[in-house]
């Protein structure tokens, strides 16, 4: 079991080393094998869920979330014309650059604090929502992908307007101005079914920069739990610090 474990590990390391920001399927499900067997150890609630009649799956998480009670305001939400993209176009010079300030760097120093005003909290008040987190592995893009949904404690869908609102100002701010628009809504390519997800089209380009960045520590890196830990808390889903603590060995996770 350690050995296995062990090679896993090594795999996702010399996966980093040979091409740093692309992801093949075969390392995606390597990967989440590793995330999965420290999930059961911090019963963090992950799983991997297959797909009937198939043999594709996801990574699967459920999670309630307190919010603030949030009013958008008008024109907080960006036009859903411009929210996809089918190529990678060229950041310009007077877009932000979102993809450095997903990176942690001690010489540019914190995140701005500055709220965009875009919604209005009321305060003392707050709701519990039930969020629901898919990661699946985009061939197109050699990428994980980060898709969602959230209920009220009615059981009622959060609309798009709404799930903007939800998005901490910071990240709000960098996703509201980028030209990709990358917060959006689509049909799950696996379950037909409507969910808003993050785009990978700036995930190559992050992870260049954090994963060249972690190389010269020779530590063998998981691509989609440090890629995780970098986009997740943009809708709320944080990556526990006991994530990178050493694990003990476990039976490898089988089925994915």
Known sequence: RLFTNARLLL???????????????????????????????????????????????????????????????????????????????????EEPDCASSLVPDSGRGELDEEDDGSCIVSEGSSVVLQYEYHILYSSSYSTPVL??????????SLTLE???????????????????????????????????????????EFMKLVLTAAEDKHRPMNYVLLWLSLVGPAVGLDVPLEYCIEPQPLDPVSGI
């Open 11 to 93: 795999r996702c390391a010399a996966m980093t080393e040979t091409n740093c920001c692309v992801l093949d399927e075969e390392d995606f499900r390597r990967c989440c094998r590793l995330l999965l067997q420290r999930s059961e150890q911090l019963r963090d609630g992950w799983s991997w869920e297959v797909v009937q009649g198939s043999d594709e799956g996801y990574l699967r998480k459920t999670a309630l979330r307190s919010v603030p009670h949030q009013k958008p305001a008008e024109g907080s939400v960006p036009d859903p014309q411009t929210s996809t993209c089918s190529s990678r176009p060229k950041q310009s010079e």
């Open 162 to 204: 709404e799930v903007w609102s939800f998005v901490h100002p910071n990240f709000r701010l960098c996703l509201q101005n980028s030209a990709l628009n990358a917060l959006s809504q689509q049909e799950h390519p696996l379950l037909g079914q409507p969910f808003f997800y993050l785009h990978p089209c700036k995930t190559e």
């Open 147 to 156: 898709y969602f949904r959230a209920f009220t404690p009615e059981g009622r």
